[in-house]
């Protein structure tokens, strides 16, 4: 495996990506240059990669878009756009995927040859007009356009290097340097500038509508200096500010030395170094085309530029019937909404859907070993495409390793003295994006039980603002340093598990757990039992959690039943979750209504993979999952898509400053009658370091005669 690393292997990796020259800060009297040159759609290769050599082969139709299949898909586009491809920007080029039927006749050997295609969304700024195209990739050199449909009322969400030129057109306009002048700030090279969306705008013009903040030092951490009352808006297409106005002035804080980490001279001196070594190596197998195999687990890697990493195909090897057998076709990470609860200008503009508008893979970045990721690592790349159709690679996107996980099963039993143990461990699939001010880890654990577990990692730093001095934000917000705080906001996680239990056909039951009524019997007033009522439509399928009733859902397979004759079945267990508090009516939930419930069920459709719809940016009605369910459509017995919402509220507190340590939201999905019995049983007990011999199957108490 050449991207197997290990935690006590010297590595270099080098990361390529369309990011502001680090070596110093920009020359303004070349800015307007720089934004032509990047405005161009001229292919302008890598130094260190100009002649773009691929040798990708693809052996699945789910193997990841290759290097190759991205340059082909933009130079085929270009061409067919002729004249306008000068013009052309690209937003994005990922895998179309294939059929169902294609992929499993193709594993079953019916067919062994397959197609392959691409999606490409593309912009044509002068015309503003949005066009999808799919490209045939197979056979190569019969590479063709299959379609091009221009999409009518949309706008796409920001391209790869339109962080960067925000920043330089809003340091370039005379009306914000004059804004900046009047709070004392002279220096632009200090000045920090996040591209934000327009939030309350329709779509006709793609706007951004960012924020300012102003660095004390070079290396310092900018977000302790926001620059508030400035409302600036971008006219992307064009790259130019189309309004400046200045709403309030109010005193840019000052720097805070706690936000500039780099400088902290008295770390711990106690903390010693922690290694995991795998002398055997891992126990994870990684074949051609991204397919892992790891104690009777079997899935597949995918990454996109909307949702990064994908899980494809995720089966379990099981040693009762001696059958593979399905869990899940797919799962993803399909959105996440951040709604502000301050009403103050400007963080009651602020509503993100960070996987529509900015894009998990697109902000991916590379993962070290021994800081990200311990012991014998395996990586895979990510393949992406800048916005003049170039590929790039982000080397290392994903990490998988493996994990101690403390107690699998443990029992010691009184009468004869002995103990078993079993060491429990997980695989662990992950990938880190950054949005701006925030980082989000995004991780699918795989447990020796047979249970999955899905998580979301929140760190970074808060979105802040200023206040007067003697001001306070009330409940809206937490003071982090003086005259500074962050504002009270929720992140909601929308998981996109398209389950595949014991076959395509699938089902949706709710378990509530009760108290007898007054009329059933329950002579010591202890009882309560559980109840299952299955969901057979979307509207029905559409549930909110209730910690009351321990409420949680199971997708079963009604044809399948395991050897106690009963149904077999995955059942997903919530853990924290919030209720999104923003009311019917209000702009973020036109756009995000699918918040309000914590669990949609839809069957499949091979078009509905977002849950806002396939373009979010300034889209002022979402056409996503609440639309689909009004048709409340079948979900029983069928090809389902189980669409999970979690999130947690972010009630800020000082120790979140000046970088958040992780808060975590997740759940679990667990079998549940998919085995007879444990799937745990066949672990074998863990060897004694000593003498080799199994340390965790002994007797450990001499016991007298009675």
């Known amino acids: 495996m050449e991207n197997l690393q290990t935690q006590n292997t010297a590595t270099s990796q080098v990361t390529t990506s369309n990011v502001a020259n680090p070596l110093g800060p920009p020359n303004f009297k070349s800015l307007g240059r720089e934004v032509r040159d990047l405005l161009s759609n001229q292919?302008?290769?890598?130094?260190?990669?100009?002649?773009?050599?691929?040798?990708?082969?693809?052996?699945?139709?789910?193997?990841?878009?290759?290097?190759?299949?991205?340059?082909?898909?933009?130079?085929?586009?270009?061409?067919?756009?002729?004249?306008?491809?000068?013009?052309?920007?690209?937003?994005?080029?990922?895998?179309?995927?294939?059929?169902?039927?294609?992929?499993?006749?193709?594993?079953?050997?019916?067919?062994?040859?397959?197609?392959?295609?691409?999606?490409?969304?593309?912009?044509?700024?002068?015309?503003?007009?949005?066009?999808?195209?799919?490209?045939?990739?197979?056979?190569?050199?019969?590479?063709?356009?299959?379609?091009?449909?221009?999409?009518?009322?949309?706008?796409?969400?920001?391209?790869?290097?339109?962080?960067?030129?925000?920043?330089?057109?809003?340091?370039?306009?005379?009306?914000?340097?004059?804004?900046?002048k009047r709070r004392g700030i002279t220096d632009l090279n200090s000045v920090m500038v996040d591209a934000w969306t327009s939030f309350f705008s329709g779509p006709e013009v793609r706007l951004c509508n960012p924020l300012l903040f102003v660095r004390a030092t070079d290396s310092a951490n900018g977000y302790d200096r926001p620059i508030d009352g400035l409302d600036i808006y971008i006219d992307m297409n064009k790259m130019e500010v189309t309004s400046v106005k200045d709403l309030f002035i109010v005193p840019v804080p000052q720097h805070d030395p706690i936000a500039q980490w780099q400088m902290i001279k008295n770390v711990r001196p106690d903390l010693k170094p922690y290694q995991v070594l795998q002398p055997e190596g891992p126990s994870f197998v990684v074949t051609e085309g991204q397919q892992v195999y790891w104690q009777n687990w079997h899935f597949k890697i995918g990454f996109t530029q909307w949702e990064g990493l994908v899980l494809h195909r995720v089966e379990y090897d099981d040693a009762e019937t001696g059958k593979r057998r399905s869990v899940m076709y797919r799962a993803s990470f399909a959105e996440m909404v951040v709604p502000y609860g301050d009403p103050r200008p400007p963080n009651c503009r602020k509503n993100a859907f960070d996987a529509g508008e900015d894009g998990f893979g697109r902000n991916c970045h590379s993962l070290e070993l021994g800081c990200d990721c311990l012991g014998a690592i395996h990586y895979f790349d990510a393949h992406l495409v800048d916005s003049k159709g170039i590929p790039y690679k982000i080397k290392n996107a994903v990490c998988l390793h493996e994990e101690d996980y403390g107690i699998l099963w443990k029992h010691k039993d009184w009468r004869t003295g002995i103990q078993e143990v079993r060491r429990s461990r997980r695989l662990v699939v992950s990938f880190f994006t950054t949005i701006a001010n925030y980082d989000y880890g995004f991780y699918w654990y795989f447990h020796l039980d047979g249970s999955i577990k899905c998580e979301a990692k929140l760190t970074g730093i808060l979105s802040t603002s200023a206040l007067g001095h003697g001001e306070k934000p009330g409940g809206y917000g937490t003071m982090v340093a003086p005259n500074l705080y962050a504002p009270i906001h929720q992140h909601f996680f929308i998981v996109r598990l398209d389950m595949q239990v014991d076959g395509v056909k699938n089902a949706i039951q709710e378990i509530n757990v009760k108290i007898p009524e007054e009329n059933e019997p329950n002579p010591h007033k202890s009882a309560?039992?559980?109840?299952?009522?299955?969901?057979?439509?979307?509207?029905?399928?559409?549930?909110?959690?209730?910690?009351?009733?321990?409420?949680?859902?199971?997708?079963?397979?009604?044809?399948?039943?395991?050897?106690?004759?009963?149904?077999?079945?995955?059942?997903?267990?919530?853990?924290?979750?919030?209720?999104?508090?923003?009311?019917?009516?209000?702009?973020?939930?036109?756009?995000?209504?699918?918040?309000?419930?914590?669990?949609?069920?839809?069957?499949?459709?091979?078009?509905?993979?977002?849950?806002?719809?396939?373009?979010?940016?300034?889209?002022?009605?979402?056409?996503?999952?609440?639309?689909?369910?009004?048709?409340?459509?079948?979900?029983?017995?069928?090809?389902?898509?189980?669409?999970?919402?979690?999130?947690?509220?972010?009630?800020?507190?000082?120790?979140?400053?000046?970088?958040?340590?992780?808060?975590?939201?997740?759940?679990?999905?667990?079998?549940?009658?998919?085995?007879g019995y444990s799937p745990a049983m066949d672990v074998p007990p863990a060897p004694s370091k000593a003498n080799k011999k199994d340390c965790c199957s002994v007797d450990v108490t001499v016991r007298a005669k009675l």
Not at 98 to 122: A, C, H, N, Q, Y
Not at 163 to 179: A, G, T
Not at 596 to 620: C, F, L, R
Request: proline content about 6%.
């Open 43 to 180: 292919p302008i290769p890598s130094k260190k990669n100009s002649s773009l050599i691929y040798n990708d082969i693809v052996k699945h139709p789910l193997d990841m878009i290759t290097m190759e299949e991205i340059k082909t898909s933009a130079s085929i586009t270009r061409k067919h756009f002729g004249k306008l491809s000068k013009t052309l920007r690209f937003w994005r080029v990922d895998l179309k995927e294939p059929p169902k039927s294609m992929v499993f006749d193709f594993e079953t050997g019916k067919i062994d040859t397959f197609t392959r295609e691409s999606l490409v969304v593309l912009v044509e700024p002068q015309k503003d007009k949005v066009y999808e195209v799919v490209v045939n990739l197979f056979p190569r050199g019969e590479e063709s356009i299959i379609s091009c449909t221009h999409i009518e009322n949309v706008q796409v969400g920001f391209l790869s290097d339109e962080y960067e030129m925000c920043e330089i057109v809003v340091k370039q306009d005379p009306r914000v340097r004059d804004s900046l």
């Open 528 to 675: 309560f039992y559980a109840t299952e009522t299955t969901l057979k439509t979307e509207h029905e399928a559409a549930r909110v959690i209730n910690a009351n009733t321990s409420r949680l859902w199971k997708i079963v397979n009604i044809n399948t039943k395991n050897r106690n004759g009963d149904v077999c079945g995955w059942k997903l267990v919530p853990s924290n979750n919030a209720p999104a508090y923003a009311l019917e009516g209000s702009k973020i939930i036109q756009r995000a209504g699918f918040i309000k419930k914590s669990i949609w069920v839809t069957p499949y459709h091979p078009e509905e993979k977002y849950p806002a719809g396939n373009y979010v940016y300034q889209k002022e009605i979402e056409d996503g999952l609440t639309h689909w369910t009004k048709a409340n459509r079948n979900v029983y017995d069928t090809d389902i898509v189980v669409w999970y919402s979690f999130g947690i509220t972010h009630v800020v507190r000082a120790e979140d400053w000046p970088v958040m340590p992780v808060e975590y939201a997740g759940f679990d999905l667990k079998p549940d009658n998919f085995f």
